[in-house]
């Protein structure tokens, strides 16, 4: 379990480093800029989850201060598209949006593997998207309700323990089935739930016993009281390192046996260094590229958005990680030798 009660409180109170300084200067209103491409336009943030969740909560804070820092200051909205974990949002960047620089997707870092491991097979690879950057970084758990049986990873290998998922795409159904094969656990997807909302309302209703690929960042702006009252099990975590407050949380990396399963585990776990990451469609406009990946990170670096970030996160300002360095970890991911992501496949399309 997750260190007790007084240690999710501390949590809340912890601040990651602060944005370099460089950033600040990045963060000179557009009002100092040419008025550029986007003046008089609307710049449109698709959110592939439901209202209410932390993807949906992070996009709106986003939309209010980006449209500051680019160059002719846009209106920038906000707008929900959920559908198959992400994946309906993927595809819509991917054929359809215009490649301006006026429409972005705002994700849960599941969908950013879905293209190398999902049953689809499609036209394009996640490095093709062109990134914007990512608000933070992030653990997965799998979770359970404080009133389930199981209650620890062993009670997991021993009894089956129902989940909640939100599609193919997303870590709610991918995580489960890595687990259960480098593990040997018993995760049971229930899956279809719109977004994180809705598989909340199913843990809280006893339509299922819990959900897995639930970021830390996410359950404290989607259920903070979650974590205040004690209600979730704490049986294991996903992520390249150990969440700093959850140690005695075992974590999958270290737990994976042979060199293939722990290949398997650090795929499905590096996207988790990308939480809530935001593409825009591949072969977008370099110029605007490189604007947005701007006002991206000036943005980030505004002290009202992260205090408003703070104030939805229990306490936690963000952590972004640049277009540049988001746009690297998305080509090392699909450079994942072949094997791995074959074996992935099979496992994840049965």
């Not at 944005?19 to 008025?35: D, I, W």
């Not at 049971?188 to 819990?210: D, F």
């Not at 370099?286 to 991206?296: I, M, V, Y």
Request: one cysteine or more; proline letters at 7%.
């Amino acid at each position: 379990m997750i260190e007790s009660t007084i240690g999710v409180l501390r949590m809340y109170g912890r601040a990651p480093a602060r944005v370099l300084l460089a950033l600040l200067v990045l963060g000179a209103p557009a009002s100092a800029q040419s008025e550029g491409y986007f003046k008089a336009k609307t710049v449109v943030i698709n959110i592939g989850g439901t209202a209410g969740g932390g993807i949906d909560v992070g996009a709106r804070i986003l939309a209010r201060f980006l449209g500051k820092y680019l160059p002719g200051q846009p209106q920038v909205v906000a707008q929900n598209m959920p559908g198959a974990g992400g994946v309906r949002l993927l595809e819509y960047l991917a054929f359809q949006a215009p490649k301006d620089g006026t429409v972005l997707g705002a994700f849960a870092s599941g969908p950013l593997v879905e293209p190398l491991v999902g049953p689809r097979k499609p036209a394009y690879g996640i490095a093709d998207f062109a990134a914007i950057g990512s608000l933070e970084k992030d653990v997965a758990f799998c979770t359970s309700w404080h009133t389930s049986p199981v209650k620890t990873l062993e009670d997991a290998r021993k009894t089956v323990v129902t989940v909640a998922g939100t599609g193919a795409g997303s870590g709610t159904d991918t995580d489960p089935a890595v687990l259960n094969e480098v593990l040997g656990v018993k995760f049971k997807v229930i899956t279809g739930y719109l977004g994180t909302q809705e598989t909340a309302l199913a843990v809280e209703r006893g339509e299922v016993e819990g959900r897995c690929g639930f970021g830390f960042a996410s359950i404290k702006a989607s259920r903070p009281d979650w974590l205040k009252e004690n209600k979730l099990n704490f049986l294991v975590q996903m992520g390249l390192e150990p969440h700093p407050l959850a140690k005695d949380v075992p974590l999958a990396l270290d737990l994976a046996d042979t060199p293939e399963k722990k290949a398997m585990i650090r795929l499905m776990s590096s996207h988790l260094a990308l939480g809530r990451p935001y593409l825009s469609p591949p072969a977008t406009n370099p110029e605007r590229l490189g604007e947005l990946r701007k006002a991206f990170m000036a943005a980030m670096a505004d002290a009202e958005l992260r205090a408003e970030f703070a104030k939805s996160s229990g306490g936690d300002e963000p952590e972004p990680t640049g277009g540049e360095d988001m746009q690297r970890l998305l080509a090392q991911m699909q450079a994942t030798p072949l094997p791995v992501v074959e074996r992935l496949r099979v496992l994840l399309n049965p």
